[in-house]
């Protein structure tokens, strides 16, 4: 699976990654790691993790933390992640 990491700051992004994972959405129990690992290549620290992004990224392939989300101050308005739909195999 594929994960592209945006950072937003006034409606535009300022920084992103894409990581490939060799697992599939479905196989993931624990996203810490994942998400720490976008973190790490976008050089951000890792935002506290709930039971709403774990949610939404079931739901709907994606999350958005807000500052209020890291322990430490951040100068950006909001971190996305986002899984790439898989391609389908002919």
């Known amino acids: 699976m594929k994960i592209w990491g945006t950072i937003h700051n006034d409606h535009q ?14 196989a993931v129990a624990d996203w810490s790691a994942i998400i720490g690992a976008l973190c790490e290549a976008l050089d951000l620290s ?3 993790i709930l039971k709403k992004h774990l949610h939404d990224i079931r739901k709907f392939s994606r999350t958005s933390f807000k ?24």
């Open 46 to 48: 890792r935002p506290v």
């Open 67 to 90: 500052p209020d989300d890291f322990m430490e101050s951040v100068h950006f308005d909001r971190f996305d992640m986002e899984i790439f739909p898989e391609e389908k195999k002919k």
């Open 13 to 26: 992004i300022i920084a992103d990654t894409v990581q490939e994972f060799p697992l599939s959405p479905n």
